[in-house]
């Protein structure tokens, strides 16, 4: 079996993170430190291995090699400073397969464009021998659409993509492009991507799975495990409020206030749900370049205990955004081409276990996510 990953920034931080460690990884030059898929509960669920992946991807033209951004990561200390050296073939490799994506300014209907990521698709599968293809959106957080695509049935929209003119965000043509060419999607961040009506139709139409969306990494990782912790015990959070300060290249997109919007809406989303209520308190996403490719949370939890007495837990989350991303890309690609390969079509709400805003399901709490996708892995293992 061989199973495609295509990233849709494949040169970007996340991108090359994940290339990187895979190759490393498949050569016991590291262990699978962050793969929930390389534990003991999901050893029989019938996963490709990692073994069997092979990675493309689009970006932008003009964006540096992989080899010379892996270089980068590890002068940043995103990766071991060996690794671009020892696996420089297998990042050769994955960068002569990445190909220019959507073009701002681009001529011609969005479904021209949409047909020509569909061709680069193909080819890879064919080019590869690809028994399926997964394809994981880990490009920069877009800004939000000016309007809400109105076309909720797949033919209207069609109909509308071979018009000249905007019909769809970016995000959104790469999810209808890997549907049509029969490939699984994964929305990695808090884009518009596959949250349609129409092309959840496409999905089922095309009997293929989506995921998604905005991979929760870190400070939303800890509000899920921690905010169940109140509820449980009948604490009442009167206000929750988070500092992020971020560099690199996800620091600059969201310093735009309005990719930054996107974000901060995806990241609270979990806190109402496990609360029942919307805390007082807000997200804040502050740009820091010279952080680099690194993140810090600091968050302020006030809560009223008994007798009406007035407490707080404050934490402090460090860490490498990409590094917190790689395995999680990882795990997604492997448990959505096993149930592409089971004849799943469709959401799959089971992997909400990785997501801020999960797709088809409300349950936001950390542990029982973990115990909804256990179940459907040992599923998946029971059907092979």
């Not at 669920?45 to 590890?74: M, Q, S």
């Not at 073939?89 to 464009?113: C, F, K, M, N, Y």
């Not at 998604?212 to 449980?232: C, N, Q, R, Y």
Request: glycine share 10%; with cysteine.
């Amino acid at each position: 079996m061989r199973i495609g990953v295509w990233l849709v920034g494949g040169r970007g931080s996340v991108a090359t993170t994940v290339i990187t460690g895979a190759a490393a990884i498949r050569a016991q030059l590291l262990p699978p430190v962050g793969c929930v898929t390389e534990t003991a509960d999901f050893a029989e669920a019938g996963l490709p291995g990692l073994e069997t992946l092979v990675f493309g991807g689009h970006d932008l033209a003009g964006t540096a090699p992989l080899v010379k951004r892996a270089e980068e990561l590890a002068r940043a200390g995103v990766v071991p400073s060996w690794s671009s050296t020892a696996v420089a073939h297998e990042l050769e490799e994955a960068d002569s397969e990445i190909r220019v994506g959507l073009v701002a300014g681009e001529p011609g209907t969005q479904r021209e464009h949409a047909d020509r990521l569909i061709a680069d698709l193909t080819s890879f599968r064919e080019r590869r021998g690809l028994d399926r293809i997964v394809v994981v959106n880990v490009a920069s957080t877009e800004p939000p659409f000016p309007r809400r695509p109105e076309h909720a049935d797949l033919d209207a929209l069609e109909r509308a993509l071979a018009v000249s003119g905007d019909v769809l965000p970016p995000s959104s043509v790469y999810a209808y492009a890997a549907l049509r060419a029969g490939c699984a999607y994964i929305d990695f961040t808090p884009s518009t991507g596959v949250r349609l009506p129409a092309l959840d139709e496409l999905a089922r139409r095309m009997g293929v799975p989506y995921a998604g969306s905005d991979a929760k990494t870190g400070e939303t990782l800890v509000k899920t495990a921690l905010a169940p912790m109140f509820t449980a015990r009948a604490l009442n959070v009167r206000s929750w409020s988070g500092t992020n300060l971020l560099g690199g290249g996800d620091g600059a997109t969201l310093a735009d206030p309005q990719a930054g919007r996107s974000k901060k809406t995806s990241k609270d989303r979990a806190l109402t749900e496990i609360l029942g209520r919307r805390a007082e308190g807000e997200t804040h996403i502050d740009y820091v370049p010279s952080m680099g490719e690194w993140k810090t949370a600091w968050d302020h939890v006030l809560f009223e205990g008994f007798g009406g007495v007035w407490m707080t837990l404050q934490f402090t989350w460090q860490g490498c955004d990409s590094a917190l991303a790689a395995p999680l890309v990882l795990d997604l690609a492997r448990l959505t081409a096993r149930a592409h390969e089971a004849g799943e079509s469709g959401p799959l709400p089971a992997l909400g276990f990785f997501f801020k805003d999960p797709i088809g399901v409300r349950e936001h709490r950390l542990v029982l996510q973990y115990e909804l996708l256990r179940e459907w892995a040992a599923g998946l293992g029971a059907a092979a």
